[in-house]
């Protein structure tokens, strides 16, 4: 798989941060929107069993967060800044690290402890140049996400694939869970039994 493209800004400090571009589709079912991505195009990349620690930075501000993700295939370790709700609301900051284990321990001794430990099952896909990954977390339905180089080509690819503009939202996993009447924040070890 080619790597992302991925658009930089530069902040107010000099700092580049990467503007992420995605949607959700909530409530989908995976073979259905398997067979439609497969039907327009797209080609299945990988399926895999993630898991993350996320660290909060400020107790009352859970807008901004670092994530040690191991995906199967790559480690990332990233700051997180979610801005707004919107398709283009959220920006952060990511390199790739060799161990999830030692930079857990890393973070550990800098002061930070994963505040929560969680695993989803993926699907990943590419479209015409978009990442769309099927999303399976536990104790709530099957999501789309779709993410592309521009709110336009995110809006483009969903259209593609059947979605209007209404049935996308921008919200993060702590969201949807509420969506889902679950507060995330108390579910410290979120995993499939």
């Known amino acids: 798989m080619e790597p992302a493209?991925?658009?930089?800004?530069?902040?107010?400090?000099?700092l580049f941060l990467a503007i992420e571009y995605e949607a959700r589709v909530l409530e989908v079912d995976p073979e259905q929107i398997k067979q439609k991505?497969?039907?327009?195009?797209?080609?299945?990349i990988r399926q895999s069993l993630m898991r993350r620690y996320v660290y909060s930075i400020n107790k009352t501000d859970l807008s901004r967060f670092i994530r040690l993700r191991d995906t199967g295939f790559e480690v990332t370790l990233?700051?997180?800044?979610?801005?707004?709700?919107?398709?283009?609301?959220?920006?952060?900051?990511?390199?790739?690290?060799?161990?999830?284990?030692?930079?857990?321990?890393?973070?550990?001794?800098?002061?930070y402890q994963g505040k929560w430990y969680q695993e989803n099952y993926r699907n990943s896909f590419?479209?015409?140049g978009a990442r769309l990954e099927i999303d399976r977390w536990p104790m709530i339905p099957p999501y789309l996400e779709i993410e592309a180089d521009s709110y336009e080509e995110v809006?483009?690819?969903?259209?593609?694939l059947g979605y209007t503009k209404d049935q996308l939202i921008?919200?993060?996993?702590?969201?949807?869970?509420?969506?889902?009447?679950?507060?995330?924040k108390?579910?410290?070890d979120l995993r499939f039994v």
Request: charged content about 35%; overall charge negative; glycine content about 10%.
């Open 5 to 14: 493209i991925v658009l930089w800004k530069k902040d107010l400090e000099g």
């Open 37 to 44: 991505i497969i039907a327009c195009g797209g080609v299945e």
């Open 78 to 111: 990233t700051y997180k800044e979610i801005k707004h709700d919107g398709i283009d609301g959220t920006e952060e900051t990511e390199l790739v690290v060799d161990d999830f284990d030692k930079t857990d321990e890393f973070l550990s001794r800098l002061g």
């Open 126 to 128: 590419q479209l015409e």
């Open 155 to 160: 809006i483009r690819i969903a259209a593609l």
């Open 170 to 184: 921008g919200e993060n996993t702590l969201k949807i869970y509420t969506h889902y009447g679950i507060n995330l």
């Open 186 to 188: 108390e579910i410290k």
